[in-house]
């Protein structure tokens, strides 16, 4: 089935691309940042989605040690004035409805984060997996290392995704 192209940046790529007069006709964003980041500013863009959290791991309840260091890491960068806010399930939520609402659509899916190497790769996954259907995430995998070779998707973000999706741990 078809399915909007997607492209997968930072904020200053993202920024330089809807500045652009040529190039993907971008028409939809989901657009992650923390509370010290920036989204792109896309006038005349059809839908958007914007979430907001930190490029922070998830937390694992089983993982003792994991929790505690999660604990003293975000302790620290309150402390310092700069708290940090992994993704949640609701933010996967948000992305996988976000998709589905947007497959059918003409023109680009333009994902952005800050760097574009985590966040926004993952955000992209999610996408294709909700777009293609089970037995496919090698694919959708293949599809954005082919895009953003030094993609290296957000796990925590991942693995909410897999588990709304039915996945079963296959992304």
């Known amino acids: 089935m078809p399915q ?6 930072g904020y200053s790529e993202a ?4 500045r652009q007069k040529k190039g993907p006709q971008v028409k939809a964003i989901i657009s992650i940042h923390g509370l010290h980041e920036y989204a ?3 006038p005349g863009v059809w839908r958007r989605l914007t979430l907001r959290f930190d490029d922070v791991d998830v937390p694992d309840p089983n ?7 999660s604990w003293v890491h975000r302790k620290w960068a309150a402390e310092i004035g700069r708290p940090m806010t992994p993704p949640s399930r609701e933010d996967a939520e948000a992305i996988i409805d976000f998709a589905r609402s947007i497959r ?10 800050h ?16 777009w293609t259907g089970a037995g496919r995430e090698k694919h959708c995998v293949e599809q954005i290392m082919q895009n953003r070779p030094a993609a290296v ?19």
Request: net charge negative; aromatic share 4%; proline share 6%.
């Open 4 to 9: 909007p192209p997607i492209v997968m940046f």
């Open 104 to 113: 059918d659509m003409e023109g680009t899916l333009l994902c952005h984060c």
């Open 63 to 69: 993982d003792a040690l994991g929790m505690y260091r």
């Open 115 to 130: 760097a574009g190497i985590s966040r926004s790769p993952a955000a992209a996954l999610l996408c294709l997996a909700a």
């Open 40 to 42: 792109v500013d896309a």
């Open 15 to 18: 920024s330089m691309l809807m």
């Open 153 to 171: 998707p957000h796990l925590g973000l991942i693995a909410f995704g897999d588990t709304l999706l039915g996945r079963q741990g296959s992304l």
